[in-house]
């Protein structure tokens, strides 16, 4: 995060919080998030928020945008589409 010494990253229907210990030539993961609702969601794209001492992230799937708060690596906040898929950019 803003510190340097956490990262986090989306694999599928999970998200994962990674601490980078300074002492240690392993990263450990420290907190998860799992997306649940009906079929088989995965998350396309998630972006870092640097406000807020960095515990905000945000995450696309399909239609959804979410809002998760990283201290209790919960979702607080989601926007649904209704018309079309949100496209899969690769910038």
Same mark, same amino acid.
């Given at each position: ?24 030539? +392993? ?6 998030? @799992?997306?649940? *609702? ?6 396309? !794209?998630?972006?870092? %928020? ?5 515990? +905000? ?6 239609? @959804?945008?979410? *809002? ?6 919960? !979702?607080?906040?989601? %926007? ?12």
């Amino acid at each position: 995060m803003g510190d340097g010494k956490r990262v986090i990253s989306l694999a599928d229907n999970h998200a994962l919080l990674w601490d980078l210990q300074e002492s240690s030539t +392993q990263a450990m993961v420290s907190s998860t998030a @799992t997306l649940e *609702g009906k079929g088989q969601l995965k998350f396309i !794209s998630g972006k870092w %928020s640097p406000h807020h001492n960095c515990s +905000q992230l945000a995450t696309a799937n399909d239609t @959804t945008i979410r *809002g998760w708060d990283l201290r209790t690596m919960r !979702s607080v906040q989601t %926007s649904k589409g209704k018309q079309r898929k949100i496209p899969n950019n690769q910038w």
